[in-house]
């Protein structure tokens, strides 16, 4: 070993001495220091005397479990990376184990170059061997990929991957310091250490691919591939085709062959969007290909093995799913093994004026727009008072759109052309609502916009207020509507410009008042 090569050191327990020494021989080989202990007794001596790169524990030990062992671990808030060996079948112990804290687990009769290719991705590094000599290009010596760095041609540290920058990108695309979303960060902090599944759950438009990738951006898989999913967007007949990949000659058309996106994303992380849309009968492939970490393509003979962390996300209720027979329950608890939520934007209105100006400054970047306009204080109030249904996408595109209509520094409420139909009741119901939505501004001439009194409705003294706040201003609402269509022949778009409005919301004030066109007459 080179003396500018990191050492790292491993502890491996187990209370099978022949076990012990295939792993150690196997280990050594790779270059590691090593330590091993036959209980859980020995191996906590061993941790109290020193702190170790990873810990390999097998699940039953004589006096008690492997889990003791990850427990203690967390207790005293050690960095070990622990890898949990457990039985043939053990599906609930490797859950279980996972959920504990665990990076990975392998299951016995363990299979010595996956044990390899585990113990390398929780170190952040390549077995000796498959770095050594690559047998085609961006694979190794056993078939399996290799990072980007070496498939560019560019050595890595030795040793090590490459270092993955301070701050993911991902991670600092998720804007916002509200109670809700520093929660969320360090969840991703968390999760991202382990190669536990996560299910991402939240409404459509809350950043549940961002958080995804943030996860993988965050772990040592960072300098791999990410491969996004969409379930519910490929045809059912093409799904285990897409997923595993063919061979030359399986169907027609089939002309080569072609990678799957588990062979595509070996080695990193392949994200399941809108899983729950997924058909029953490509969840029982997909749940064989996660227990098993291998695949076999359509059309071949033998299955391939894969080495992938799975991050799934959906807007469903996956359990309400598996309740009325749409989900397996087998799948989903393989899947939720920790699960995530984002919550939608209007459970974090407080982060609206960050999100926005992130999202403003990258916007304006890419349309080379120069400086950043800023949202003035009623743009900013409006969209505080606003549901958000489409959440943080729905406020990128209206940002968008405003950006595209303000033409100068600074986007008015009137630019954002929010949609009268889901705003909030208070806002269209209230004089500073109409402030803010610039209608008192654009007044058609003629208008008398000082005293809020018109004609059929009786004058207010200075002191005096109504004794229905709403249904006076809706009146008032209703007397300039009624002028501006009259104004303009009841041509609703040029009277709803004339106010400030698009044709969508004068339409949407017109039903709501009641207007028709008969009283422009």
Not at 388 to 409: D, I, Q, S, W
Not at 424 to 429: A, H, I, K, V
Request: proline residues 6%.
């Amino acid at each position: 070993m080179s003396p500018t090569t990191p050492t790292f050191s491993l502890l491996v327990v187990d209370d099978e001495p022949d076990l012990r020494t295939l792993y150690e021989l196997t280990l050594l080989r790779e270059g590691y220091e090593l330590d091993t202990a036959g209980t859980v007794a020995d191996a906590l001596a061993r941790l109290q005397a020193r702190s170790y790169s990873a810990v390999i524990t097998d699940m039953r030990l004589p006096d008690g479990s492997g889990l003791d062992i990850l427990q203690w671990l967390e207790q005293q808030a050690r960095r070990e990376k622990t890898l949990v060996i457990t039985a043939y079948g053990s599906a609930e112990n490797a859950v279980e184990a996972l959920k504990a804290g665990a990076y990975d687990y392998l299951t016995k009769p363990v299979d010595l170059r996956q044990f390899r290719q585990v113990v390398a991705s929780a170190l952040g590094r390549m077995p000796q061997a498959a770095a050594a000599s690559p047998a085609m290009p961006g694979r190794d010596s056993a078939g399996q990929r290799m990072p980007e760095p070496l498939r560019a041609g560019v050595a890595p540290t030795a040793g090590k991957s490459v270092a993955a920058p301070a701050v993911p990108v991902a991670l600092s695309r998720l804007a916002g310091r509200s109670a809700a979303m520093l929660e969320v960060h360090s969840l991703i902090d968390k999760v991202a250490r382990s190669m536990a599944p996560v299910l991402v759950q939240g409404e459509s438009g809350t950043g549940k691919e961002l958080v995804a990738r943030a996860i993988h951006d965050s772990g040592v898989r960072a300098r791999q591939r990410f491969v996004a999913v969409n379930c519910g967007a490929i045809p059912e007949q093409l799904l285990e085709a897409e997923f595993f990949g063919y061979r030359k000659g399986a169907f027609t058309g089939a002309n080569e062959d072609r990678e799957g996106f588990f062979q595509t994303a070996d080695g990193g992380t392949l994200f399941l969007d809108e899983i729950g849309d997924l058909p029953l009968a490509m969840q029982s492939k997909l749940l064989r290909a996660i227990q098993e970490r291998s695949v076999r393509p359509v059309g071949a003979v033998a299955e391939a093995p894969v080495n992938v962390r799975i991050v799934s996300a959906t807007h469903k209720d996956l359990s309400a799913e598996v309740a009325g027979g749409r989900f397996r329950q087998d799948l989903f608890y393989r899947l939720n093994v920790i699960q995530l939520r984002v919550p939608p934007l209007r459970e974090r209105i407080e982060d609206v004026p960050l999100i926005s100006e992130t999202v403003l400054a990258r916007i304006a970047a890419d349309a080379g727009v120069s400086p950043t306009p800023r949202l003035t204080p009623a743009a900013l109030g409006q969209l505080a008072r606003y549901a958000f249904p489409g959440n943080v996408r729905e406020l990128e595109n209206l940002l968008h759109r405003a950006l595209a209509m303000a033409g100068g520094e600074w986007i008015d409420a009137v630019d954002l052309g929010l949609p009268d139909s889901v705003l909030d009741d208070s806002q269209m119901g209230s004089l500073d609502g109409l402030d803010s939505l610039g209608v008192r501004a654009r007044m058609p001439l003629g208008v008398d916009s000082t005293p809020p009194q018109w004609a059929g409705l009786p004058a207010l003294a200075e002191d005096e207020v109504p004794a229905d706040l709403a249904r006076y201003l809706d009146e008032v609402e209703r007397e300039i509507l009624l002028r501006a269509l009259a104004r303009h022949r009841f041509n609703r778009t040029a009277a709803g410009a004339s106010l400030g409005l698009s044709l969508r919301q004068i339409r949407y004030r017109m039903a709501r008042l009641d207007i028709t066109a008969g009283e422009g007459g």
